[in-house]
């Protein structure tokens, strides 16, 4: 099982930033891949960005150029850069780890006020 720490979130008006990490540890193999899903309230859980240990970057469209994703894998931590935001943005942001199974973690609040 991995175990995913994560940090970064809370209130910002539109068009401001805010930066999300997460640490993952315990049974890390590679390849593998770590990203970040969000839920909004009423809303299914969807895609924000996804990276691979080997670099291969895949974003949801309603981000693109907005959001960037990156990773240390010596670290193995995963960091979301998150500009330009809007309300619409407003999400619990979950962490994710894709080896063999899929682990989550707790997720963290955004809000985005207008």
């Known amino acids: 099982q991995v175990r995913l720490v994560e940090s970064g979130g809370g209130l910002v008006q539109a068009g401001g930033s805010l930066r999300l990490s997460c640490a993952a540890s315990?049974?890390?193999?590679?390849?593998?891949?770590m990203g970040w899903y969000r839920q909004a309230p009423g809303k299914q859980r969807e895609l924000v960005a996804t990276i691979t240990s080997g670099g291969r970057i895949n974003y949801a469209d309603s981000v693109k150029g907005r959001f960037t994703i990156s990773r240390v894998n010596q670290e193995n931590t995963v960091y979301l850069q998150m500009n330009s935001l809007k309300p619409e943005d407003t999400a619990v942001y979950y962490c994710?780890?894709?080896?063999?199974?899929?682990?989550w973690g707790q997720g963290t609040q955004v809000t985005v006020s207008s």
């Open positions: 994710y780890f894709g080896g063999f199974r899929s682990d």
């Open positions: 315990g049974r890390i193999f590679s390849p593998n891949s």
